[in-house]
């Protein structure tokens, strides 16, 4: 085992509490066998999506807060366009977090239809999500709606 298997592929599996839980279902997965394979990862996305739930309203109180600041100082708050490299980091990595257990969800329940009907959902809320900070494709929406 080398120095780059020992260390956290993601901020997520940096939370010890959650990497204990994905060994301990992984563990059950080898003793129960693929029969339970469904349920424990249904039980362990659970348990992710509570991570990523609290770290988003956390992320979230924390923009309000910096903004209540920067009105208050009479400054004016970020407009909703302004987009910051940390968000869309983020959002790519949860991304990518979460496609491995919905891509094995999705393989298991549909073979390779299902994987591709994954990946085409996965690629479908980037591409939304990415589409609504270029600048270009909110003028041209403005310009239809008027």
């Known amino acids: 085992m080398d120095a780059r298997d020992t260390e956290p592929r993601s901020s997520l599996l940096k939370d010890p509490e959650l990497k204990k839980e994905l060994d301990a279902t992984l563990h059950a997965r080898r003793e129960l066998g693929p029969d339970y394979e469904s ?22 109180r924390r923009q309000l807060a ?5 009105v208050a100082r009479g400054g004016r708050p970020a407009r909703d366009g302004d987009s910051h490299f940390g968000e869309r980091f983020g959002f790519a990595m949860i991304s990518l977090i979460l496609a491995v257990p919905l891509s094995a969800i999705g393989g298991v329940q549909g073979g390779l239809k ?12 980037n591409a ?19």
């Open 114 to 125: 299902g994987l591709v009907v994954t990946w085409c959902g996965i690629v479908a809320v």
């Open 66 to 70: 910096e903004q209540q600041m920067v």
């Open 39 to 60: 349920a424990l990862v249904d039980s362990f996305l659970e348990k992710v999506e509570q991570r990523v739930d609290g770290s988003v309203d956390r992320r979230v």
């Open 128 to 146: 939304v999500h990415a589409a609504h900070r270029w600048p270009r494709f909110k003028d041209r929406r403005s310009n239809e709606t008027d």
